[in-house]
Nanobody, 119 residues
Framework: QVQLVESGGGLVQAGGSLRLSCAAS????????MGWHRQAPGKQRELVTA???????KYAESVKGRFTISRDNAKNTVYLQMNSLKPEDTAVYYC?????????????WGQGTQVTVSS
């Protein structure tokens, strides 16, 4: 099992920045990818960004150029730097961990952290 603990959500004005953190513990050797998903009210959960242990990344088109994912392998922690935030970025953000072979498969989820962007 892998446990994921998120932190860093909150309320920010449009154009502002936030950084989310997700610390993984447990059977770290069973995963090779971590990522962030988000779910806005009334919408499906969507992948925001992901990073593999080798450093490969992928981003949703809506966040490219504004969000950056990074990881500290020594701390088993992944970060999401969110800049130029928009009201449409408002959602609960979930950290996820899993296996990335041809595409990521997510086996573990954090509890979620609320990000609210005011206009």
């Amino acid at each position: 099992q892998v446990q994921l603990v998120e932190s860093g959500g909150g309320l920010v004005q449009a154009g502002g920045s936030l950084r989310l953190s997700c610390a993984a513990s447990g059977s770290i050797s069973s995963i090779n990818a971590m990522g962030w998903h988000r779910q806005a009210p009334g919408k499906q959960r969507e992948l925001v960004t992901a990073i593999s242990s080798g450093g490969s990344t992928k981003y949703a088109e809506s966040v490219k150029g504004r969000f950056t994912i990074s990881r500290d392998n020594a701390k088993n922690t992944v970060y999401l730097q969110m800049n130029s935030l928009k009201p449409e970025d408002t959602a609960v953000y979930y950290c996820a961990a899993g296996i990335w072979f041809l595409s990521p498969v997510w086996n573990y989820w954090g509890q979620g952290t609320q990000v609210t962007v005011s206009s």
